[in-house]
């Protein structure tokens, strides 16, 4: 295999994958508002890598555990779309809430080739974790 080739394992081939695209790709965070160009009653960030498939920010841990110990909060990540990932405190809404509105969005604003996940996930104290999955038929 490559990983006999090379002399490494999965986890130092994934540590290296992982820092490449951070240098490649990097993390941008902005506020919906700026990049809709309206104003929001959520306090909704957009996480992206600024590139195609650039949801792979939400990889990021580390960058991720940055912000929440920024806000000082735990928070949603909805997979809009292969390109961000929605990112909201969950004081401002419950994982229901946030549920139905990744449900909404991937059937009313996502094209299909466009879907990345029907999951809901949410980054704690604990990591990157998957909060609830979708039923698909």
């Given at each position: ?6 002399n490494i394992s999965?986890?130092?081939l ?12 990097p993390a ?7 990049i809709?160009?309206s ?10 890598a600024g ?12 960058q ?16 809009s ?7 909201i ?13 990744l449900?909404h ?33």
């Amino acid at each position: 295999s490559l990983l006999d080739m090379w002399n490494i394992s999965l986890q130092e081939l994934d540590r290296i994958a992982t820092e490449n695209m951070k240098k490649m790709f990097p993390a941008k965070m902005a506020p919906l508002d700026t990049i809709l160009s309206s104003e929001s009653s959520l306090p909704v960030l957009v996480l992206t890598a600024g590139d195609a498939f650039s949801a792979a920010a939400g990889l990021y841990e580390d960058q991720l555990e940055k912000y929440r110990e920024k806000v000082q909060e735990d928070f949603y990540l909805l997979p809009s779309s292969k390109y961000e990932f929605l990112v909201i405190p969950k004081s401002v809404m419950n994982e229901e809430e946030a549920f139905e509105m990744l449900q909404h969005g991937n059937e009313h604003a996502v094209e299909k080739e466009d879907l990345l996940s029907r999951n809901l996930y949410a980054f704690t104290e604990k990591g990157f974790v998957c909060c609830r999955m979708a039923n698909v038929h």
